[in-house]
């Protein structure tokens, strides 16, 4: 289909927004005010790209292809790369115009004023349902305005992937994070295979060290959504993280993206890093000679516990200025209808958010199998889970603070011996300060 001239100058314009940008070449027309009776029956979502080809031929091709049928809405996916959907979505908050709702793969509380309030489709869900898990509860809700800022409809778990074969050499496990310095360190020592923990500003590198906090202790704020960065957790977390680095790693992980971790694993080159069950699956899928030799393992303990934000939140935003608003609401409610075939076709990536909606997980999993019972653990993995910016909500602040990159800044200083632990802390800390105190007066925490 060739696209009108009007098409052609909007999305000019949108390129121009939002710079270097670009849109998906495969991406489909946009449509404006003056194709009203087409408006009613089109449906226009912008998503991240999965990881997992099974899933997106399955969401794209079969389970979309049926919903037009059944409702007589058209629906335009748009799947671009993870690194574009904020970009894109930032661009379309500020023409407020755009797709009609976006799935991101974290909560975005920054856009709650562009947003609807999508408490109509999580009491739906929790209708049919039940309740969903806290941590996806607390990833969408708002305190301080009752809103919900998003709707999550399954998430990302995170755990580790190491090789069997290497820590069994050393007669270990990766238990606790002093195991996976001990046992790391004879690895990389013995056999040069690291331990890899992004400490770049990246999404994985993102949520590890907030995972690698949480199990000291340390959190970003408190429950009441005050700044809690300065403990001596989060010192104590610093001072782990350098020595992990000195010993086990090596100083490629400061630059990463986000592929770099299965790149890492699925070339045999390290020993154990964090992440989804992503690259095990790619291992056994596309039958890579490390597959062999990966396992899986809960996310490793610390003085604290073991706890960490979830890998990953397949978080639905439907924008207020939306030119079908309840077509979007309908498509959600719709695919949680068919969230087993979702969750099923992901390998189990994605997990339901609310529990009761897949009655037969465990069950799936256990027919869906890897060599050794590889994925039993996915069904206790939910106990080990927080949101982003436990223990208070994910606030507007918090949203902010990781799209700055303040946690990985923080530690990569240190762990290069740039600033001492504590200096790293106290300048994160007086980054951190204003914006808490910025969305605090706007009402937002």
């Known amino acids: 289909m060739i696209e009108g001239k009007s098409a052609f100058?909007?999305?000019?314009?949108?390129?121009?927004?939002?710079?270097?940008?670009?849109?998906?070449?495969?991406?489909?027309?946009?449509?404006?005010?003056?194709?009203?009776?087409?408006?009613?029956?089109?449906?226009?979502?912008?998503r991240w790209k999965n990881f997992i080809p099974e899933f997106e031929s399955w969401f794209n091709d079969v389970f979309v292809r049926k919903w037009e049928v059944e409702n007589g809405i058209r629906v335009i996916i748009d799947n671009v790369g993870l690194g574009e959907v904020d970009?894109?979505?930032?661009?379309?908050?500020?023409?407020?115009?755009?797709?009609?709702?976006?799935?991101?793969?974290?909560?975005?509380?920054?856009?709650e004023d562009h947003?609807?309030?999508?408490?109509?489709?999580?009491?739906?869900?929790?209708?049919?349902?039940?309740?969903?898990?806290?941590?996806?509860?607390?990833?969408?809700?708002?305190?301080?305005?009752?809103?919900?800022?998003?709707?999550?409809?399954?998430?990302?778990?995170?755990?580790?992937?190491?090789?069997?074969?290497?820590?069994?050499?050393?007669?270990m496990q990766p238990d606790t994070w002093d195991?996976?310095?001990?046992?790391?360190r004879a690895i990389k020592l013995l056999h040069e295979s690291p331990v890899g923990i992004s400490l770049a500003g990246e999404h994985n590198g993102e949520q590890t060290l907030r995972a690698l906090m949480s199990s000291f202790g340390a959190s970003i704020q408190n429950e009441e959504g005050r700044v809690a960065l300065q403990s001596k957790e989060?010192?104590?977390?610093?001072?782990?993280?350098?020595?992990?680095?000195?010993?086990?790693?090596?100083?490629?992980?400061?630059?990463?993206?986000?592929p770099s971790n299965n790149q890492f694993m699925l070339s045999g080159s390290g020993c154990l890093t964090v992440?989804?069950?992503?690259?095990?699956?790619?291992?056994?899928?596309?039958?890579?000679?490390?597959?062999?030799?990966?396992?899986?393992?809960?996310?490793a303990e610390g003085p604290a516990g073991r706890a960490g934000p979830v890998f990953g939140a397949n978080v639905y935003a439907i924008w207020r200025f939306a030119r079908n608003p309840d077509a979007a609401k309908r498509f959600v409610i719709d695919y949680m209808a068919n969230i087993s075939t979702g969750i099923k076709v992901s390998g189990f990536q994605n997990l339901p958010s609310f529990p009761n909606?897949?009655?037969?997980?465990?069950?799936?999993?256990?027919?869906?199998?890897?060599?050794?019972?590889?994925?039993?653990?996915?069904?206790?993995?939910p106990t080990t889970l927080t949101n982003l910016g436990y223990p208070g909500y994910t606030n507007a602040a918090i949203d902010e603070v990781l799209r700055n990159h303040v946690v990985p800044t923080m530690f990569s200083t240190v762990?290069?011996?740039?600033?001492?632990?504590?200096?790293?802390?106290?300048?994160?800390?007086?980054?951190?300060?204003?914006?808490?105190e910025k969305w605090r007066a706007a009402g937002k925490i």
């Open 9 to 46: 100058c909007r999305r000019r314009q949108l390129l121009k927004t939002i710079g270097a940008a670009a849109l998906p070449t495969s991406a489909a027309p946009m449509l404006f005010a003056g194709d009203a009776r087409a408006e009613k029956k089109t449906l226009r979502i912008l």
């Open 87 to 111: 970009q894109l979505a930032a661009a379309e908050a500020k023409a407020q115009q755009g797709h009609d709702m976006v799935l991101f793969l974290s909560p975005r509380p920054l856009l």
């Open 115 to 171: 947003v609807i309030d999508h408490r109509e489709i999580f009491e739906e869900c929790e209708r049919q349902y039940g309740r969903a898990h806290d941590f996806v509860y607390r990833s969408c809700y708002n305190p301080a305005t009752n809103r919900f800022h998003g709707f999550c409809e399954s998430f990302l778990a995170v755990m580790l992937t190491y090789r069997k074969d290497l820590w069994a050499a050393v007669g």
């Open 179 to 184: 195991h996976v310095r001990e046992g790391g």
């Open 234 to 258: 989060t010192l104590e977390s610093l001072k782990f993280a350098k020595a992990l680095f000195e010993e086990a790693m090596a100083p490629d992980v400061l630059r990463w993206t986000p």
């Open 275 to 299: 992440d989804t069950i992503s690259i095990i699956r790619a291992a056994q899928t596309q039958q890579f000679p490390v597959n062999k030799h990966l396992s899986l393992a809960p996310i």
């Open 357 to 381: 909606s897949v009655p037969s997980l465990g069950d799936m999993i256990r027919a869906d199998d890897g060599p050794s019972g590889r994925y039993e653990l996915l069904e206790k993995i």
């Open 415 to 436: 762990v290069t011996g740039q600033v001492s632990p504590e200096n790293a802390m106290q300048q994160a800390n007086a980054a951190i300060e204003p914006i808490f």
